[in-house]
């Protein structure tokens, strides 16, 4: 198991050198740069401005650039912010907190009520409850989040009765700790409803399709000839089967942790990561960019890592196969 997972994280290592990489000089053919606008202000001199791009390291050629932002990033140095004045570690330390706390929160809701919701529609197949289930999954496909999120900015806005923007309130300091969290939470109504509505609605119907295709296998009329419990039958033999596909999607989900909020961040106004990286490429803060593209290539090399050990740890079958490959 641990030569499996060590080959696992090798694997990974050139994937997020390469997407950094390629960021890095995608980023670097755009026209421009923070310090090119600084030329407009005539309180800047030129001088000024080619001291402060030597210091960077940004008069260099291309891939020396790329190569030593690298090594500062494997050190976790991840430059300065131009257009926030702040070291950019710290930058997205301060934002990847809110960020986190929004998509950890809508990753369980959307775990704990799709599951169950799926196996039951599965296990009703056709019948009232199945429809029911359906029926509002394909609702909430059919809604974009954005959209969900315009509707409920709308809705808090002519209404008062949910605040529209920020994590907290002007006035949370002088709250009592309960007060905090209700505060908290009310906060994070809208965006979580608009991130949470559509991830229910397409993970039910997965779970829906999977555990149907599971229930029409012979292991299954081998269980049921058997006499075994429906219960025993459903959870303790079709559930492990499958899981294969949704411990693949529990590490994309995680992968996305950081990057799966961008567009609702950026409309209600939540003060995340995605709100941060937006504003940085407007702004063509180049040190936010890549530091939050870094942070965001490390947290899919952690899900795709966890995937494959879950999946490993499910089904003894993977272990077999890497273990046959290496003979």
């Known amino acids: 198991m641990v030569k499996y997972v060590l080959k696992r994280f090798l694997h990974l290592i050139p994937l997020i050198i390469g997407m950094t990489f390629i960021s890095f000089l995608i980023i670097k053919l755009a026209p421009g740069d923070f310090l090119t606008s600084l030329k407009m202000n005539p309180?800047?001199?030129?001088?000024?401005?080619?001291?402060?791009?030597?210091?960077?390291?940004?008069?260099?050629?291309?891939?020396?650039?790329?190569?030593?932002?690298?090594?500062?990033?494997?050190?976790?140095?991840?430059?300065?912010?131009?257009?926030?004045?702040?070291?950019?570690?710290?930058?997205?330390?301060?934002?990847?907190?809110?960020?986190?706390?929004?998509?950890?929160?809508?990753?369980?809701?959307?775990?704990?009520?799709?599951?169950?919701?799926?196996?039951?529609?599965?296990?009703?197949?056709?019948k009232f409850v199945d429809r029911i289930i359906t029926s509002v999954s394909l609702v909430?496909?059919?809604?974009?989040?954005?959209f969900v999120a315009f509707l409920l900015m709308f809705f808090a806005a002519k209404t008062g009765l949910l605040p529209i923007g920020g994590v907290v309130s002007q006035n949370y300091e002088k709250l009592s700790l309960t007060g905090k969290i209700i505060d908290r939470l009310k906060h994070m109504v809208v965006p979580l409803t608009a991130m949470v509505v559509g991830s229910i609605s397409g993970?039910?119907?997965?779970?829906?399709?999977?555990?149907?295709?599971?229930?029409?296998?012979?292991?299954?009329?081998?269980?049921?000839?058997?006499?075994?419990?429906?219960?025993?039958?459903?959870?303790?033999?079709?559930?492990?089967?499958?899981?294969?596909?949704?411990?693949?999607?529990?590490?994309?989900?995680?992968?996305?942790?950081?990057?799966?909020?961008?567009?609702?961040?950026?409309?209600?106004?939540?003060?995340?990561?995605?709100?941060?990286?937006?504003?940085?490429?407007?702004?063509?803060?180049?040190?936010?960019?890549m530091g939050a593209l870094y942070i965001g290539g490390i947290m899919l090399v952690i899900g795709n890592l966890i995937a494959d050990i879950l999946l490993a740890l499910n089904d003894p079958r993977i272990r077999e196969r890497e273990i046959e490959g290496r003979r």
């Open 203 to 289: 993970l039910v119907r997965l779970v829906r399709g999977t555990v149907i295709d599971e229930l029409h296998k012979d292991y299954v009329k081998l269980a049921v000839a058997k006499g075994l419990p429906k219960r025993v039958i459903l959870f303790k033999h079709v559930l492990r089967n499958a899981m294969n596909p949704f411990i693949t999607l529990i590490g994309f989900d995680i992968a996305g942790l950081l990057s799966g909020a961008a567009l609702i961040e950026i409309i209600t106004a939540w003060p995340g990561m995605g709100r941060l990286m937006f504003e940085a490429v407007m702004l063509q803060d180049f040190f936010v960019v």
């Open 140 to 146: 909430g496909l059919s809604i974009p989040g954005f």
């Open 43 to 126: 309180s800047i001199s030129k001088e000024t401005i080619e001291a402060l791009r030597k210091s960077y390291g940004l008069d260099q050629p291309v891939i020396k650039q790329y190569f030593l932002w690298l090594w500062n990033a494997l050190h976790f140095n991840l430059g300065y912010s131009f257009a926030y004045h702040r070291p950019v570690t710290s930058l997205i330390a301060d934002r990847i907190a809110n960020t986190l706390s929004l998509t950890v929160t809508a990753f369980f809701i959307t775990w704990i009520f799709a599951v169950p919701l799926g196996i039951i529609a599965a296990f009703y197949r056709n």
